[in-house]
């Protein structure tokens, strides 16, 4: 395969990978999924693959993405859903507010490229559950308040 071939399919690769995690969390948080539904979350999630790639592009490419962190899916699938009873539990229950906590979730120190990409992963995954808040992502960290005083299995899977 030609250098130029070998390129359009890493593009295309990455694109795909980019339009198939938002994807299936936008899937995984329907209440009905209906043929509907599934159009508007492909066609939804496809210009944002689009434009994350591009700003990957635009960071000079600084971020390598592993294919071990696709491990973190399932991972993410059941914090929304245990997250989702935290968060209301911490509305309907005043003396749980002081349940919360601003921690940093420390992250493995990877080399440039592997450690810039694991921190946008990590702040993609953990600011899709509906109990952690993102508030800055600093070298080999992402800083978060989070529903719960301890840290839950995402933000132990991604600091791995």
């Given at each position: 395969m030609s250098a130029g071939g070998s390129r359009l399919v890493r593009a295309v690769g990455e694109t795909l990978l980019w339009?198939?995690?938002?994807?299936?969390?936008?899937?995984?948080?329907l209440t009905e999924r209906t043929a509907q539904e599934l159009v508007a979350a492909a066609l939804c999630t496809l210009p944002c693959a689009v434009a994350a790639r591009a700003a990957r592009h635009a960071n000079s490419g600084s971020w390598r993405f592993q294919p071990g962190w696709l491990r973190w899916i399932p991972t993410v699938a059941g914090e929304v859903l245990k997250q989702t009873a935290q968060v209301w539990a911490y509305i309907l229950v005043p003396s749980r507010r002081s349940q919360s906590a601003?921690?940093?979730v420390a992250l493995?120190?990877?080399a440039g490229p592997v450690?810039?990409?694991?921190?946008?992963?990590?702040?993609?995954?953990l600011a899709t559950t509906p109990g952690t808040v993102v508030l800055d992502n600093p070298?080999?960290?992402?800083?978060?308040h989070r529903v719960g005083q301890r840290p839950g299995a995402l933000e132990t899977a991604v600091g791995r």
């Open positions: 339009w198939l995690i938002p994807t299936a969390l936008w899937v995984v948080t601003i921690a940093p493995p120190d990877e450690a810039a990409g694991r921190r946008a992963v990590a702040t993609l995954a070298a080999r960290s992402v800083l978060v």
